[in-house]
């Protein structure tokens, strides 16, 4: 797989695809995390500073519409986006009124070496996510038509088969940018003999999003310790009562399994003891302590409890190597933060390899105010991460490598 460095950019346009999906306040127009816009800046400095014409591919949530009209009509724009890689960058970036357009042809022709312009969000052209690879493959050309070379940089993409990802590398000479090629090299540093002990942490809200990477794992960790939403179906398998708490009843028999597995192949799985049970999902809504054993069929648990926070920072202390993905709690609730923020600082902690596996979970660290330093990696690609670690083959590294 090339890097950027084997390219020769200098006075080329460059289509680099970025992973600038950062979420939005309510009314749309504000950016509440802006972590993926600077994980992408060295890639994108890179190229200005060697003298390339750098025109960006991103996309920005999930448009919904029959076409592109409908979509962008919709949006979510990424006029934001464009506004605040502006100020982090020091230079104007141009953002396109289309994708493949005029606009964006217009843009991408105005281009000087050194500048930088986004087209807009990619999601608006159906064809993109389009399971039709004609389909697809019509829109891989109009970007390619833009650019002389291609640099993938949107590691929170590769695991989707999408024009802009995995068709337009096939098109121009292609290359990985900088923060693929450290994500894939954290993501080995995972599978390939990590040091020992080996602790995942999993959390989030549905156990089915993970239950394959948590198969997986079971034959790589020494423990997983398995919090917030998730944790929920895991305690209903071993017959617990968990009230209004989220819970995916069709997943008990496989989480059984999984928990079987585990047995049998000698691998801990840590749950939790206690619960932080509430009358409502809602800011200030009234809740208590309950034991796992003991809660009650009208609460529901948005957080860990006191004992379980302590018993995780235990299993957490003699780690060598750590990666975590998913909040353990409705972090985004000041009073409902206490099992993530505890997570977060046991992990930090650790003087081996952790990595924070992207998503909700990097945004947690940031939004509580935990250094980014204190990890060894944060992940920008939560998804992706997940399916590295399940071993599925990622199309749009697999289209890079191929390149």
Same mark, same amino acid.
Not at 147 to 152: E, F, N, P, W
Not at 312 to 340: I, R
Not at 357 to 371: E, F, H, T, Y
């Given at each position: 797989? /090339?890097?950027?460095?084997?390219?020769?950019?200098?006075?080329?346009?460059?289509?680099?695809?970025?992973?600038?999906?950062?979420? /939005?306040?309510?009314?749309? =127009? =504000?950016?509440?995390?802006?972590?993926?816009?600077?994980?992408?800046?060295?890639?994108?400095?890179?190229?200005?500073?060697?003298?390339?014409?750098?025109?960006?591919?991103?996309?920005?949530?999930?448009?919904?519409?029959?076409?592109?009209?409908?979509?962008?009509?919709?949006?979510?724009?990424?006029?934001?986006?464009?506004?605040?890689?502006?100020?982090?960058?020091? *230079?104007?970036?141009?953002?396109?009124? $289309?994708?493949?357009?005029?606009?964006?042809?217009?843009?991408?022709?105005? /281009?000087?070496?050194?500048?930088?312009?986004? /087209?807009?969000?990619?999601?608006?052209?159906?064809?993109?996510?389009?399971?039709?690879?004609?389909?697809?493959?019509?829109?891989?050309?109009?970007?390619?038509?833009?650019?002389?070379?291609?640099?993938?940089?949107? @590691?929170?993409?590769?695991?989707? !088969?999408?024009?802009?990802?995995?068709?337009?590398?096939?098109?121009?000479?292609?290359? &990985?940018?900088?923060?693929?090629?450290?994500?894939?090299?954290?993501?080995?540093?995972?599978?390939?003999?990590?040091?020992?002990?080996?602790?995942?942490?999993?959390?989030? &809200?549905?156990?089915?999003?993970?239950? %394959?990477?948590?198969?997986?794992?079971?034959?790589?960790?020494?423990?997983?310790?398995?919090?917030?939403?998730?944790?929920?179906? @895991?305690?209903?398998? *071993?017959?617990?009562?968990?009230? !209004?708490?989220?819970?995916?009843?069709? !997943?008990?028999?496989?989480?059984?399994?999984?928990?079987?597995?585990?047995? *049998?192949?000698?691998?801990?799985?840590?749950?939790?003891?206690?619960?932080?049970?509430?009358?409502?999902?809602? +800011?200030?809504?009234?809740?208590?302590?309950?034991?796992?054993?003991?809660?009650?069929?009208?609460?529901?648990?948005?957080?860990?409890? +006191?004992?379980?926070?302590?018993? @995780?920072?235990? !299993?957490?202390? $003699?780690?060598?190597?750590? @990666?975590?993905?998913?909040?353990?709690?409705?972090?985004?609730?000041? &009073?409902?933060?206490?099992?993530?923020?505890?997570?977060?600082?046991?992990?930090?902690?650790?003087? #081996?390899?952790?990595?924070? %596996?992207?998503?909700?979970?990097?945004?947690?660290?940031? *939004?509580?105010?935990?250094?980014? $330093?204190?990890?060894?990696?944060?992940?920008?690609? #939560?998804?992706?991460?997940?399916?590295?670690?399940?071993?599925?083959?990622? +199309?749009?590294?697999?289209?890079?490598?191929?390149?």
């Amino acid at each position: 797989m /090339l890097s950027v460095d084997d390219l020769e950019v200098s006075g080329a346009t460059v289509l680099l695809r970025a992973d600038l999906n950062v979420p /939005l306040d309510k009314s749309g =127009t =504000t950016i509440t995390d802006d972590g993926r816009i600077r994980a992408s800046l060295p890639t994108i400095q890179k190229l200005t500073s060697r003298g390339a014409r750098v025109l960006i591919a991103a996309h920005l949530g999930r448009p919904k519409g029959a076409d592109y009209a409908e979509r962008a009509a919709g949006g979510p724009s990424l006029a934001p986006v464009a506004a605040r890689l502006a100020e982090l960058l020091g *230079q104007p970036v141009p953002l396109a009124e $289309d994708v493949a357009g005029p606009s964006a042809a217009e843009v991408a022709a105005k /281009l000087a070496s050194g500048d930088v312009a986004l /087209l807009e969000n990619v999601r608006f052209e159906p064809a993109e996510t389009s399971k039709d690879a004609a389909e697809r493959a019509g829109l891989a050309r109009r970007l390619a038509a833009m650019a002389q070379l291609y640099v993938g940089d949107g @590691f929170g993409a590769l695991h989707r !088969k999408h024009a802009s990802v995995y068709d337009v590398p096939a098109l121009l000479p292609a290359a &990985a940018g900088d923060l693929v090629l450290d994500e894939v090299a954290v993501l080995q540093r995972l599978t390939r003999d990590p040091e020992r002990p080996y602790v995942v942490v999993l959390g989030g &809200a549905k156990p089915s999003d993970k239950l %394959g990477v948590i198969s997986s794992l079971l034959g790589q960790a020494d423990r997983v310790l398995i919090g917030g939403g998730m944790s929920y179906t @895991f305690l209903a398998a *071993q017959g617990h009562e968990m009230g !209004k708490s989220l819970l995916e009843a069709d !997943k008990v028999d496989q989480v059984r399994q999984v928990l079987a597995d585990a047995d *049998q192949r000698g691998v801990e799985i840590v749950l939790p003891v206690d619960l932080v049970g509430a009358d409502g999902f809602a +800011p200030d809504a009234r809740a208590d302590i309950y034991d796992v054993t003991a809660f009650p069929a009208d609460r529901e648990s948005l957080d860990m409890g +006191p004992a379980t926070r302590e018993l @995780f920072a235990a !299993k957490l202390a $003699d780690a060598a190597t750590v @990666f975590w993905n998913g909040p353990v709690g409705v972090f985004e609730f000041p &009073a409902f933060a206490a099992g993530t923020l505890a997570v977060a600082r046991a992990i930090a902690k650790v003087r #081996g390899l952790t990595v924070v %596996g992207g998503g909700d979970s990097a945004a947690a660290v940031r *939004q509580l105010g935990i250094p980014e $330093d204190s990890f060894s990696h944060i992940s920008t690609g #939560g998804g992706a991460s997940l399916e590295y670690l399940e071993g599925t083959t990622l +199309p749009g590294l697999q289209a890079l490598e191929k390149a």
